[in-house]
């Protein structure tokens, strides 16, 4: 898990009732086989949108997001599992299941990896249930 080692995460504070929040991670080198932890929530939570950015020479890396309240569990998709190329203006992914329940974690994973890819950007809003 080459990426875990240069991952950057940087949070907003947890949001009241209705209130938006951000949460943001960089990871540097993604391989095809990551699982990294994003966050935990111990509120519900909608996601209204996910951002991805990819940094390098032509890069493509396939990754989801998911879901449970036991990380060790399968979980369930935030996000279709799907490629992301861009490297300038980054792409909106495609919400799944986006209503996570309180007491849950968010992890991502990867399961391809082309061309040179420097860093990976996840840029997720939501607000609290």
Do not use: C
Request: hydrophobic share 40%.
């Amino acid at each position: 898990m080459a990426g875990l080692l240069g991952a950057t995460l940087s949070t907003q504070s947890i949001p009241y009732n209705g209130d938006n929040g951000t949460k943001d991670i960089t990871i540097e080198s993604p391989t095809a086989a990551e699982d990294i932890t994003f966050f935990y929530t111990p509120i519900a939570i909608t996601v209204t949108e996910v951002r991805i950015v990819q940094v390098g020479t032509t890069p493509s890396v396939t990754l989801i997001l998911k879901h449970a309240t036991d990380r060790s569990a399968a979980g369930t998709a935030v996000t279709t599992g799907a490629a992301f190329t861009n490297t300038t203006t980054g792409a909106t992914a495609t919400l799944s299941d986006a209503t996570i329940p309180a007491a849950s974690y968010v992890w991502i994973e990867t399961t391809a990896q082309s061309g040179t890819v420097t860093s990976t950007a996840i840029h997720l809003k939501y607000t609290a249930d």
